[in-house]
């Protein structure tokens, strides 16, 4: 694992190599702190997996127990993004083709009590994949603005396979930013744009109404088209076939009538048939004016005292592994450090996996063979057996005669 910090004096790549032991060795539990706010949270452990393409590049935090909440987080010299661009990079392998759970990150201000790290800790930054469902498989980009979340309006979709995936953000000091996921840019866009942090640059002038006479339906009644005069039928009629109850008794229950049943012949209430409109002048264009309480705010990027990076999430089935955290402010050296990492780890990870499961298949089928070689075998003794026992019958039956 490698957590960066920001540029300062010290240039970015110096800063990424100092950090670069954070998951090998047995110091990885004095830089990772679980959290303590609750007794049961589930339990991380440092592996590289089932399958993978490097037994010791590839180890990472793995979530270890199902249906638990879990909550760790690490930290690292404090940093201000204010006029440099920020990009937050890591790996994520849901080897266990997860079906509900969170794979993503939180990032934090330094004063964040991390022994106490939960679900309603206040955090900057929240990105990465979320899957629950045939439903939810999404990629969260959430940013906190004047202490409210505010998500991405834009839909991403994350990767729903078991391999390892680079999940990238970038934001720019011109509030520009990009989402990639295996180094390829899969959404971008502005901010302001894109998230709801400021109200609308324009709104619709409330003193100008639409006029009377803009008519602005598609489609109208044919004034041609006349109800049949047979078309009114009640939508329930009498069932004059039943008969009343021979242990009926009107005292105690009341006047018998006859059942309600559905009209065979009620065909709803009649509208006439739509029709293009001669008079459709489309959608009033509504006048638009500056939005008196809309100002413009070019810090919405930026945040101060950047210092922890943590995994806050819920996973029912457990499996997902963590690994090449990275924060850094040189998209070309988060570029490169994917490809040194995941970019040449990826393929002999899916390797390893298709041999796996080619290797899980031939013994699914020896196993198979053998259950039905003894089946048989078993059934011909039972066989041989059952004729010997006729045999013998056969002869008493002889010698009786």
Known sequence: MLIGGARTPVPVRAVAAMAAAGLRGLNWQKRWINSEYKADLGKFKLTAGKFYGDPVRDKGLQTSENSKFYAISSRFKPFSNKGKTLVIQYTVKHEQKIDCGGGYVKIFSSDLD???LRGDSHYYIMFGPDICGSETKKVHVILNYKNKPHPIKKPIRCKVDGYTHLYTLIIRPD???????????????????DLDFLPPRKINDPTV???????????????????????????????????KPEGWDDAANGEWHYPMV????????WKPRQIDNPNYRGVWPHP????PNY??????YSYENISIIGLDIWQVRSGTIFDNFLITDDEVYAEDFGDETWG???GPEKEMNIKQTE?????????????FEQWFKKKLERKKESGKVRAVRNTIEKEEL
């Open 114 to 116: 991390q022994k106490n």
């Open 175 to 193: 509030q520009t930013y990009e989402v990639k996921i295996d180094n390829e840019v899969v959404a971008s866009g502005n901010l302001e744009d």
């Open 209 to 243: 109404r639409k006029p009377t006479d803009w008519d602005d339906r598609i489609q109208i009644d044919d004034p041609n088209d006349i109800k049949p005069e047979d078309w009114d039928e009640p939508e329930y009629i009498m069932d004059t076939s039943a008969e």
């Open 262 to 269: 559905k009209n065979p012949l009620y065909r709803g209430e």
């Open 288 to 291: 638009q004016i500056d939005n």
């Open 295 to 300: 100002s413009p705010d070019s810090s919405i």
């Open 344 to 346: 040449e780890t990826k």
């Open 359 to 371: 290797e899980e298949q031939e013994r699914e089928r020896v196993t198979e063979e053998k259950y």
